[in-house]
């Protein structure tokens, strides 16, 4: 029986689909079965993301109302035949499904799958609820910005309190160079005020906005650092031990700093 | 001198970074006692068991909060005393 993983946030835009996306192309390409929730109900977007737009038929919906089977629903990607997509409705709002409705789905999927990763809305109201009922686990996604790590907080705070204990962290948009110049909180800025485990951390990259542009993943591309960050964590979930990539500052003046105990 | 060097290396206590960290710290600890109000009133039970020992208090007008200024927070309590003990109860005693 496969784990359920929530990927959520708090804050809106900081890139819960795009991790679900690549993390989902990613352990699908390490031969897991994968099977991608998008429980944006309304603001349909993985589908965009991973190129898989013009096969819906089903939604999620249409499953938990009883219209048709999850299987008749899931759309199996193109590039990994252990890659399917169970696609947002698009024309109705988060009151369409509930968290019972999504709890009995999620059992029932992840027998199927070793992976089963939620995409979760934005907030914390019913849509928040609704992907988070069935998880086993929870990934909270943050950028180093205020904003973004007190709502990330906020949610860590509430998904304790509904027992999914031990969220892990994907910090993303990582600047080097601005956390260099003092510009940007540090990981360890971002975990210290947070305590809690971190999964991985995702750096600003260009290629992340090239590949969604045409609907693919950027973690499927060896040559980006971003797709690297990915690899990284699908490793990690995969429960090998990865050491945290090193793009932090070993510069001169990062090694001079360390030399005259600064750091 | 070391103040220069900070600068230069880009850890001056009023770079940008820091001033986003110090705000977080500040501001959750709002959030944090906002989220779970259990955390304030669990206090103000321990606090009425301690003081007990030492003094009367009216339990009823005892007031409990955070306040915050430019760049910290202050557990403030506003506790009326009735009455003083003559001879205070210690854990140890
Ligand atoms: N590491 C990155 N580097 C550059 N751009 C990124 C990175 N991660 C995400 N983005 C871009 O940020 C935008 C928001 O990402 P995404 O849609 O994944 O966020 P989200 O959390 O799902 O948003 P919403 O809350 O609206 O669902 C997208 O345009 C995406 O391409
Ligand atoms: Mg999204």
Partial sequence: ?263 | MLDFINRIFGRESSSSRNVAKERLRLVLVHDRAGVSPELLESLKADLINVISNYMEIDEDGLDVSLDSSENQVALVANIPVKKMKRKFETESA
Avoid: W
């Fill in chain 1, 1 to 263: 029986m496969g784990e359920v993983i929530v990927i959520t946030s708090g804050k809106g835009g900081v890139g819960k689909t795009t991790t679900s996306a690549n993390l989902g192309a990613g352990l699908a390409s390490a031969g897991s079965r994968v099977c991608l929730i998008d429980a944006d109900i309304g603001l349909r977007n993985l589908d965009v993301v991973m190129g898989l737009e013009n096969r819906i038929v089903y939604d999620l919906v249409d499953v938990t109302s009883g219209n048709c089977s999850f299987r008749k629903a899931l759309i199996k990607d193109k590039r990994f035949d252990k890659l399917f997509l169970m696609p947002a409705a698009q024309t109705k709002d988060k009151t369409a499904v509930n968290p019972a409705q999504m709890e009995v789905l999620c059992n029932e999927i992840k027998d199927d799958f070793d992976y089963v990763l939620i995409d979760c809305p934005a907030g914390i109201e019913q849509g928040f609820r609704n992907a988070i009922a069935g998880a086993d686990q929870a990934i909270v996604v943050t950028t180093p910005e205020v904003s973004a790590v007190r709502d990330a907080d906020r949610i860590i705070g509430l998904l304790e309190k509904e027992d999914l204990r031990e969220p892990k962290l994907i910090v993303n948009r990582m600047r080097h160079q601005m956390v260099k110049h003092g510009d940007m909180m540090s990981i360890d800025d971002i975990i210290e005020i947070l305590a809690i485990d971190l999964l991985g951390v995702v750096p600003e990259d260009e290629l992340v906005v090239v590949s969604t542009n045409r609907g693919e993943m950027v973690v499927l591309n060896n040559n980006s650092k971003s797709g690297q960050a990915y690899r990284n964590i699908v490793r990690r979930i995969r429960g090998e031990d990865v050491p945290m990539m090193s793009l932090e500052d070993s510069g001169l003046f990062g090694k001079l700093r360390r030399i005259i105990g600064l750091k």
